[in-house]
């Protein structure tokens, strides 16, 4: 594949796709496409995979609406019953927790008793499970952000705070 530059405007559909093909993370979709020393850019990332999900090239169940980012977490009933819009909602007694990550690669641990039987969320409503952000999850191991550890104290607090509320 060739060198495109790290303009949005200078690399092709056909690059895109390829560079996702040959890569493992983001950050190596995004050198691929030749953003350099801007490849473990969170920005930069987020414009190449919001084109990446435009063309459906990716698999996910984030995506931006007017009210934020959103998310499905509904289940088909079944393997066979894959009919569009035909979703129902996990069992809290067999789900603890959902670990999300949006588009802007917030992260999110959401106790699945707070999402109460819903089967999509807009996630600005649980700002209060952010657990840290997955860009320096991207990044080269020279420059990666310090993870942000969740441990089992938050996860209580959290609980804590659901019951209260």
Wanted: hydrophobic residues 40%; aromatic residues 6%.
């Amino acid at each position: 594949m060739g060198r495109p530059s790290s303009d949005p405007q200078s690399w092709t559909d056909d690059q895109l796709a390829e560079a996702i093909k040959s890569s493992s993370n983001w950050v190596s979709v995004m050198r691929e496409l030749g953003f350099g020393e801007r490849s473990s850019s969170a920005g930069a990332i987020r414009i190449v995979r919001r084109r990446a999900d435009e063309l459906r090239l990716v698999k996910t169940t984030t995506f931006s609406t007017k009210d934020g980012w959103a998310v499905g977490v509904g289940r088909h009933p079944d393997t066979h019953a894959k009919k569009a819009g035909h979703r129902v909602a996990y069992d809290p007694d067999v789900i603890d927790l959902f670990f999300i990550i949006d588009g802007d690669l917030t992260m999110y641990l959401i106790p699945s008793r707070a999402i109460a039987g819903r089967v999509g969320l807009t996630l600005r409503t649980y700002r209060k499970y952010i657990v840290g952000n997955a860009a320096g999850l991207l990044c080269a191991s020279g420059d990666a952000v310090p993870p942000t550890a969740v441990t089992s104290e938050m996860i209580v607090s959290a609980e804590s705070e659901r019951t209260s509320a």
